[in-house]
């Protein structure tokens, strides 16, 4: 008996030394630490009860308490290949009304905090205040001067808050001085570019998100408040895909729309609206979309106005130097281009130029 209490005395020490000499991680150690306090917990339990176990019962015992401690804890929250959360949820059907009106809501309050989320107009010239106070050499006559290394990067990126956190990463640094030349620094004006563009991006994707109540990516022509005749032309005019409007195309929509005044979104409507590719606008075409416009007024219960005094007051307005055709020229040169393309495309456009004067004297008493 005492030999065998020898040799396991003996087998214990070898087994502790070679343990010992194996490098265990601390997750390990702690797991190996538990099992250890929890067989004494045992031991001490038998010694007060005066149990006695077989050498079966022990080992039994013991290998229970090892998969307890090693078997992953895994909670209803936690990922797990055995159970795939369901990731597809099929659109709500027609009759699914309730259905529509949740998701409705579900989609509009996920864009109002993301719309949240962008930088305004007071937090863009927040920004460019602070880039002009990291540089004391800088001068307002030219913004070229205006540049930043890293270190002034991070300050500016800490002193306006976690709200800018987003475009003050090192990534964005990194990609803005790599295409500068990569000396270390970059321009001011390219990184206040950067950020206004990239706010501007996602308030047009929050923009097309509004129109796409399915959420599948794409508008289709009958999803807008333009009319449908302005929307058949922007769709035989631009590149689509079956009845698909993509994204760039959309862009290049919204940029027309949103800048009116502008030369280059009034040669991109003019595309649109000259439908014989004639290069100019006459009474025809006029009346064309004018119709659309009618419609609408209809739709809504709205007496129609008569197209000939419409025509009449658009060519007044643009003054054009051939009497029955407006031209692209004529559009830019008349600096009305943009009213006369609103009064076109949609009965919006139509309403607040009928409405122009209360609509000032409205804006007088505000």
Not at 144 to 153: E, F, G, N, R
Not at 237 to 252: P, R
Not at 310 to 320: C, L
């Amino acid at each position: 008996m005492s030999e065998n209490t020898s040799d396991d005395k003996t087998e214990d020490k070898v087994n502790n030394n070679v343990c010992e000499n194996v490098e265990t991680s601390p997750v390990q150690n702690e797991l190996n630490n538990k099992l250890k306090n929890r067989v004494k917990k045992y031991i001490r339990k038998l010694e007060d009860t005066g149990s006695v176990t077989t050498k079966e019962e022990s080992e039994k015992i013991e290998i229970e308490t090892f998969k307890q401690l090693y078997k992953p804890k895994l909670d209803g929250n936690q990922e797990t290949y055995k159970k795939i959360p369901k990731f597809y949820f099929k659109l709500p059907r027609s009759d699914e009304v309730l259905a529509q009106k949740l998701r409705e809501e579900t989609r509009a309050q996920f864009l109002q905090k993301k719309s949240k989320e962008l930088l305004d107009n007071s937090e863009l010239k927040h920004l460019w205040s602070l880039l002009e106070k990291s540089n004391g050499n800088y001068s307002p006559s030219s913004n070229d001067d205006l540049t930043i290394d890293y270190m002034q990067y991070r300050k500016i990126r800490d002193e306006a808050g976690p709200k800018y956190r987003p475009y003050f990463t090192a990534e964005v640094f990194g990609r803005l001085q790599a295409a500068e030349g990569g000396f270390g620094k970059v321009r001011g004006v390219s990184l206040f570019n950067y950020v206004m563009r990239r706010v501007w991006l996602q308030q047009t994707r929050i923009g097309l998100s509004l129109y796409d109540v399915t959420g599948q990516g794409y508008l289709t022509e009958h999803v807008s408040t333009l009319t449908r005749a302005f929307l058949q032309r922007v769709f035989q005019q631009c590149l689509t895909y079956d009845g698909e409007m993509d994204y760039k195309t959309y862009l290049d929509l919204v940029l027309a729309l949103e800048n009116r005044k502008q030369p280059a979104a009034l040669a991109y409507l003019f595309r649109v609206l000259d439908i014989n590719s004639q290069g100019y606008l006459d009474a025809f075409t006029l009346n064309y979309f004018f119709k659309a416009i009618q419609e609408q007024m209809v739709a809504h219960g709205a007496e129609p106005v008569n197209f000939d005094d419409v025509k009449d007051e658009i060519f007044d307005m643009i003054r054009p130097e051939h009497p029955s055709r407006i031209t692209l020229q004529d559009l830019v040169r008349s600096g009305h281009g943009h009213t006369a393309v609103s009064i076109l495309l949609e009965l919006h456009g139509f309403w607040a130029y009928e409405n122009r004067e209360a609509l000032a004297a409205a804006g007088d008493h505000s």
